[in-house]
């Protein structure tokens, strides 16, 4: 049994430093805890919060070929400054930035992560001032602890042994520039570890309160500097019967071009590069029956050491 877990954040958010020190309210309960935080904005620092739990700001050195969402690079990079020699005594929980922990949060996901578990938490949404809050629609298992798969995996809440993360690579790196899904994708990928022996179990109470927050995905979609950004209607996958117009492939406004099984655009107003489609990545590596990724955390560790 382990006492040892790394939260893992990524933000370029205000206010960072409050919801941090939200951590100070958290028991601990002789668990070893450090909470690092990936950004660009902030200075790099380590300090210790109250109840023990240590902080550190980890500045970001390598970037991906998308300029936006970037949340399989960012974590892959952060994962990289975890002891990779200590990896069957350590535990990652993946964690949303304007969140406020529930005090035995760290408790709940330990109770199960050493029972072998991979741990999908509870994630309830409220108002910008952390009232009014309501069950996450995405979950739809609001009561306490049950079985679940992979589909629950959301990087907002849940946590997983380094030793699985480092079998399948991490996150896959194309997912950068797209609508998110890198998240279960990792996890789907774990599920295949040992012949799918790997459980994962939703404990409904390791619970986080999701600040409201503009998201970043809207913004950049629809208004990046003084124009518009939609590219729905070339998003088309005729596998997967995505909407849009597939055959639609020039552009006034966007370079649209192929690698691999993936479409990337770029913005020729802004120069903003993106996937036109992320979830088709899951697709690929859910129909290929991929478990270790080829583009994913270990890349990174080599651009890594590169840039030291």
């Keep these: 049994m382990s006492n040892y877990i790394e ?16 951590w100070e309210n958290v028991n601990v309960n002789n668990i070893d805890c450090v909470i690092k935080v990936l950004m660009i904005d902030y200075p790099e620092k380590k300090f210790t919060l109250k109840n023990g739990i240590r902080v550190e700001y980890i500045k970001q050195k390598t970037f991906s070929k998308t300029t936006y969402m ?41 109770k199960y992560l050493n029972q072998g578990y991979n741990v999908c938490g ?4 409220c108002d910008k001032d952390g009232n009014n809050c309501k069950e996450d629609h995405r979950y739809k298992l609001i009561y306490p602890t049950r079985s679940c798969n992979y589909g629950q995996f959301y990087t907002c809440n849940s946590s997983t042994n380094l030793d699985y993360i480092l079998k399948v690579n991490g996150f896959d790196n194309r997912f950068n520039g797209g609508t998110a899904g890198e998240d279960y994708d990792m996890g789907m990928r774990i599920s295949r570890l040992s012949g799918n022996s790997a ?37 088309y996958i005729p596998d997967y019967k995505h909407y849009g117009k597939w055959e639609k492939m020039d552009s006034e406004q966007y370079e649209l071009w192929w690698e691999g099984p993936i479409k990337y655009y770029k913005c020729k107003l802004c120069g903003i590069v993106g996937i036109l489609d992320s979830i088709q990545v899951y697709y690929y590596n859910r129909d290929h029956n991929v478990c270790r990724c080829e583009n994913g955390l270990e890349q990174i560790r080599i651009l890594l050491n590169n840039v030291k």
């Design 122 to 125: 509870r994630r309830l949404e």
């Design 199 to 235: 459980k994962f179990i939703y404990n409904g109470n390791a619970i986080c309160h999701h600040y409201c927050h503009d998201h970043i995905g809207s913004k950049v979609k629809y208004v990046v500097s003084d124009h518009p950004h939609d590219t729905s209607s070339y998003k």
């Design 70 to 110: 970037n949340q399989a690079w960012g974590r892959n990079e952060l994962l990289c400054h975890s002891d990779i020699n200590n990896s069957n005594s350590k535990y990652i929980l993946f964690y949303d930035d304007w969140q406020k922990p529930d005090v035995n949060i760290l408790i709940e996901h330990l």
């Design 7 to 22: 939260v893992h954040m990524i933000s370029n958010r205000i206010l960072l430093d409050e919801f941090i020190q939200m």
